[in-house]
């Protein structure tokens, strides 16, 4: 037992007060557009750290979490929007009966999209992890895929191509950051639990994991429903943030976008994958000026939109040549760590 | 008693040749669409039986391929033979520069770091495609004999559709000759079973795996000419879905194995041009059978249809 325990507790509590107090200053002074980019924040450290229990922790290549934000953003998407709301909507074929009549309030959806996401993890578990590596990688991305095919062609629930429009704005400071902070708690929490610790063992070598009597099946099993329950919520989070769903959102790009975020912050660090989620929103939208017409002085370069995209591939592969680990390696942040750099102290083991 | 459309229809007469000939009609389409994916596949099945990597940019080297063959026949005004045999070369030469600038120095890295790169890859390749020729879709200039269609005993052949299985069938055969007939072919063979043995004995395996990427790289784009012929357009995304289903075809036949990918490419073409001709109102899940065939091969049979070795 770590002697510094209560004093780490208090810490977290004060930090994530820190954080909340830093919300309500944000929700209540930030200009739209800031608070646009603190919510689009909020909503990738929910993805990414989900995301990066299976890739990072468990060392699953999983390429699907755009299956399940997609899912979970038309759950709760359809739950919330009224049945006049989809009358009008659904111009092709109606909306098919219990959705046409239903509507709940945003955190019943939210939660709905959640569980309807895990269960398509773990029945999409039980074929994906029969394959390993490779091929593990090809059969997520097939399933990412085939969801889209079937949100683009199931007219009567999803509205297929046309996709849904005027979903309600309910994501607000408050339930984005609220969000991020539950699941950041509840993922720490399994990994330092005795199953995260299977979990990492299965990173490190499965065979000796499964020999030291590790089911090794029902632990990547977890580790795919806990982040498919997250990013489903992270999915309903972000449809009532955009307003507008269509299949093309949940492309294998947004899979992409992820990433880069967990590789960027190192696979398998929970802390890094907040800090890269932070760097990768806020440092795409300070790009955009590579989109935009230059002015050197001497030279103008005249817009190149897109551009954006290149620098990003650019830093994937220089980080998978260069710098293996990204910005934490496996490393989590820890109080103890940043106490004895501060020189606070504390009693040692 | 009112009879049901089905039996009405088996009542007509002449019906029955109609139907065969239907039938064949697909037959041939699925035949000419599956060589296609057959094709693009030997390059993935190559790169992946030498060196264990997905080489996801595969399918956007192929559109590559394209771009520089509609860049010959537009701005550079060459003859259209002269201008695929051109970027079909320049597509070789960038083949060996993304191996040499990419995937060289993960060579040694774990074999997920590699199909991360190679993800990267895939995406700078469509992005810059993006940023330098632009988004919208580009008419692909198609030769006059290639445009051309064929009518024998009420079936219809579309030039390309005589084309591409010659044209598949030809590069198939080169491509055996050099991995069984020649001594770099054989380095291949050397370095799929053991790649520090092979380095050992002398061969330059640097270079022989840049050669097998160029040999990939040029079948591709020849398989993406034919491709920008066959939907007479390009643009900087088309290589993900013909990609993603060459990889499909490569797996079906047992990953690493050239005339499986072959196979896997024309039972795949068969089975989705058979759906969207048999079962139209299913058309628009054509992208998503690739994917349930993967699913199912790999579940029942994990090695392929042809494969011997076991994935690990």
Request: charged share 10%.
């Amino acid at each position: 037992m770590d002697p510094n325990a209560n004093r780490n507790l208090l810490l977290s509590v004060l930090a994530t007060m820190l954080v909340l107090v830093l919300v309500q200053v944000a929700a209540s002074h930030g200009t739209e557009y800031q608070i646009r980019i603190l919510n689009n924040i909020a909503i990738f450290i929910v993805l990414a750290v989900s995301y990066n229990l299976v890739n990072g922790v468990t060392g699953q290549f999983s390429l699907a979490p755009n299956a399940f934000v997609a899912l979970g953003a038309y759950t709760s998407a359809l739950l919330t929007l009224t049945p006049a709301e989809k009358e009008i909507s659904f111009i092709i074929e109606p909306c098919i009966w219990p959705l046409s009549v239903i509507t709940t309030p945003f955190i019943v959806s939210l939660l709905a999209a959640g569980l309807v996401s895990a269960v398509l993890a773990f029945v999409m578990g039980f074929p994906v992890f029969r394959t390993r590596g490779d091929y593990l990688a090809i059969v997520t991305l097939g399933f990412g895929e085939v969801v889209r095919v079937i949100a683009n062609n199931t007219q009567s629930i999803t509205n297929g191509p046309l996709g849904l429009k005027g979903i309600a704005e309910y994501t607000t400071l408050w339930w984005s950051w609220g969000a991020a902070i539950v699941t950041v708690f509840l993922i720490a929490r399994l990994i330092r639990s005795s199953y995260g610790m299977a979990m990492k063992a299965i990173k490190y070598d499965e065979a000796a994991a499964e020999a030291v009597g590790i089911n090794t099946y029902w632990h990547k099993m977890l580790a795919f429903t806990t982040s498919g329950f997250f990013q489903g919520i992270g999915g309903g989070l972000l449809a009532h943030l955009i307003t507008t769903i269509s299949p093309t959102l949940f492309t294998f790009f947004l899979t992409f976008n992820l990433l880069i975020i967990i590789v960027m912050g190192g696979l398998g660090s929970t802390t890094g994958a907040i800090i890269a989620a932070v760097l990768f929103t806020w440092g795409g939208e300070w790009l955009r000026f590579v989109d935009e017409p230059m002015d050197l002085g001497f030279v103008e370069i005249p817009g190149i939109p897109g551009m954006r995209m290149v620098i990003f591939s650019c830093i994937l592969i220089f980080i998978m040549i260069f710098a293996r680990h990204g910005i934490m390696g496996t490393r989590e942040f820890n109080w103890n760590w940043l106490c004895r750099k501060l020189g606070v102290g504390g009693r040692s083991r | 008693m009112e009879r049901s459309p089905l039996f009405c229809k088996r009542d007509r007469p002449g019906t029955g040749l109609v139907e065969l000939t239907f039938f064949l009609q697909q037959m041939i389409n699925g035949v000419a669409l599956g060589s296609l994916y057959g094709l693009i596949a030997i390059g993935y099945t190559m790169v992946y039986g030498i060196i264990r990597l997905i080489n996801f940019a595969h399918g956007d080297v192929m559109m590559m391929g394209c771009y520089f063959a509609y860049f010959g026949i537009l701005m550079f005004s060459l003859p259209w033979w002269a201008s695929f045999v051109i970027a079909m070369a320049l597509t070789a030469v960038l083949g060996v520069m993304m191996d040499k600038g990419a995937y060289v120095p993960v060579r040694n890295a774990p074999r997920i770091s590699a199909l991360i790169t190679a993800i990267g890859v895939s995406f700078l390749l469509e992005n810059l495609g993006l940023v330098v020729f632009g988004g919208r879709p580009k008419g692909f200039p198609t030769p006059e004999m290639f445009s051309e269609v064929y009518e024998v005993a009420g079936l219809m052949f579309p030039a390309l559709v005589v084309w591409t299985p010659l044209l598949t069938l030809l590069i198939l055969s080169a491509v055996l000759f050099i991995i069984y007939r020649t001594k770099t072919g054989r380095a291949m063979r050397c370095i799929s079973h053991d790649m520090e043995t092979t380095r050992l004995m002398g061969v330059d395996v640097n270079r022989i795996i840049s050669i097998t990427f160029a040999v990939g790289s040029a079948a591709a784009a020849a398989g993406g000419i034919m491709w920008a012929m066959r939907y007479p357009e390009i643009n900087p995304l088309m290589g993900i879905i013909p990609g993603f289903k060459a990889f499909v075809a490569a797996v079906l036949g047992g990953i690493g194995n050239i005339t499986g990918a072959m196979l896997g490419g024309l039972l795949l073409g068969v089975a989705e041009i058979m759906l969207v001709a048999l079962m139209p109102e299913l058309a628009g899940f054509r992208d998503a059978v690739a994917f349930g065939l993967l699913i199912l091969i790999l579940l029942f049979r994990p090695t392929g249809l042809m494969g011997t070795k076991l994935p690990d």
